[in-house]
């Protein structure tokens, strides 16, 4: 089986392009294996009503008439303005999932920018953050949310890591920091 090509981690790649998580709510990625080990493209045409991309390539779609939403942010520690993007979007997938609209929700793989978006659409939902990373590991992989700083982020809340990532001035900044 081929493994995603994330630096510096050894993840198997996902089995499907794509999971249901909760009625309605989808979650996958670019790229998935197939059974015979061979990493693939995964491209969108109009089996949703909403897709949201936090990664985006030329040519995955999805069809020009569907409804899209890109906020790329990185699979690493985020900004405040990019944990904005993702409580934006998490939002944005929690309307169309109470209207009944079927929406995907996609990063690279399929594992961690995804599913931070998707765990925080289910804690507005109402569900508690360790339930939904639990519901997203569940229904997409054990890989799922592997980065534990997003783990992090929906425990403490992203509204609130984004006040502190934005506190934080940072190394090289010209704030000394107190003794």
């Known amino acids: 089986m081929k493994k995603t090509h994330r ?6 790649g996902p089995q499907s392009p794509w999971d249901e998580i909760a009625p309605g709510l989808w979650m996958g990625g670019h790229f998935w294996t197939d059974p ?9 045409g109009s089996e ?3 897709v949201i991309s936090l990664f985006t390539r030329q040519g995955h779609g999805p069809d020009p008439f569907v409804e899209h939403l890109v906020g790329e942010v990185p699979d690493a520690p985020l900004t405040g303005a990019q944990l904005r993007t993702v409580l ?6 929690r309307t169309a999932l109470d209207s009944g609209r079927r929406i995907l929700v996609r990063c690279h793989s399929g594992y961690n920018r995804s599913g931070l978006v998707v765990a925080q659409c289910l804690v507005d939902g109402g569900l508690a953050p360790t339930a939904a990373i639990g519901l ?3 229904g997409r992989s054990p890989w799922a949310l592997h980065n534990e700083t997003f783990t992090e982020y929906l425990a403490a809340g992203p509204d609130v890591a984004a006040l502190l990532v934005d506190l934080d001035p940072g190394p090289g900044s010209a704030v000394a920091p107190h003794p």
């Open 7 to 12: 630096k510096g981690r050894d993840v198997p």
């Open 36 to 44: 015979a080990g061979e990493l693939r493209p995964v491209v969108v």
């Open 48 to 50: 949703f009503d909403l």
């Open 88 to 93: 934006r979007l998490a939002g944005a997938a």
């Open 136 to 138: 997203v590991r569940l």
